[in-house]
């Protein structure tokens, strides 16, 4: 079985879960500081997963296969991005070498693009490490399945996507975590600030994380300090997160409300992945296919 939203946002646990699964996300980040970038806001997040899909193949799709003009298409329908956006990013891909031409496509005329051995690495680092704090809240073997069929994770990613791509509920989600997601490198610098809350106890209004380095942030996530300081600015305002006194020089807090919308992400994304790699594994079971519309 998998967990649905409701039961995520329920289980005390949870919450202490995301936070080891925010640390996890850290280390990749600062592995890989270019990596991290191609998730550096909700419309890079959607363009990666979307990209990696189309190569795999996009569930009710007839072919496979990962083309500027396909990807464009892709973002305008699902209003992801604009058709300039799209390309630029795609471009990006190909100057880090996180995408590159295959060598022998079937038409000539398109060139058809596939993820580098890096990218499936990380992609990987990203889903294993939502199966493993899966796995922490029931005792789960989710890893250990994925261990037995390295194959499977590449099943599962498409279909993931496709959830992710369509749900209303991941792409508004509260004021402080939308200002945030939507902010160039602001899903990076929210993942570090709930990575450093101490859950020792039921949450309080205000949650008090220690000392915050601006310079820090500015150097780990590749963000000008003009933008962070508008963000936190912008944060301050709804009430989301400040210093417990003189900014910049004492303890950095964050707020209830900021760290539930956090929480409400998080289950909506992690019920997604569960409900799908439960139906990847029961159809390999029975030897069925998934429907289009998982």
């Known amino acids: 079985m998998a967990f649905t ?16 699964g925010a640390h996890d996300l850290i280390a990749i980040y600062v592995e890989n500081p270019r990596i991290a970038s191609i998730l ?35 973002a305008d329908r ?28 079937q038409d000539r005329r398109i060139t058809l693009l596939e993820p580098t051995e890096i990218t499936y690495e990380y ?18 073997s989710r890893i250990a399945e994925a261990a037995l069929d390295v194959a499977a994770i590449w099943k599962m990613q498409p279909h993931i996507a496709k959830r992710i791509v369509e749900s209303k509920n991941l ?23 709930i990575s450093c809350i101490n859950l020792t106890g039921s949450l309080s209004d205000r949650i008090v994380i220690g000392p915050v380095s601006m ?12 933008h962070l300081k508008r963000l936190f600015r912008s944060a301050a305002e709804l009430g989301s997160l400040g210093w417990v006194g003189v900014p910049g020089k004492s303890s950095f807090w964050i707020s209830r409300n900021f760290v539930l919308e956090y929480r409400n992400y998080q289950a ?19 030897g069925m296919t998934i429907c289009a519309e998982s």
């Open 5 to 20: 939203v409701d039961e995520l946002k329920q289980d005390d646990r949870f919450l202490s879960a995301i936070l080891q």
């Open 78 to 105: 699902y209003n992801i991005a604009s058709h300039n956006t799209a390309v630029a990013f795609l471009k990006e891909m190909m100057a880090y070498k996180f995408v590159q031409p295959v060598l022998h496509g």
């Open 123 to 140: 992609m990987g680092k990203w889903l294993y490490t939502h199966l493993h704090v899966l796995d922490t809240l029931d005792g789960g």
């Open 215 to 226: 310079q820090a942030l500015q150097s780990q996530f590749m963000i000008s300090r003009t």
């Open 40 to 74: 550096a806001s909700q419309q890079r997040w959607l363009l990666a997963h979307s990209a990696f899909a189309l190569h795999l193949g996009y569930p009710g799709d007839l072919m496979p296969g990962l083309y500027s003009s396909r990807l464009t298409e892709f």
């Open 268 to 286: 909506e994304k992690y019920a997604i992945i569960d409900i799908v790699r439960n139906e990847i594994f029961s159809s390999m079971e029975s």
């Open 171 to 193: 792409r508004n989600l509260g004021p402080t975590f939308n200002l945030f997601n939507f902010a160039t490198s602001g899903g990076l610098v929210m993942d570090f600030l």
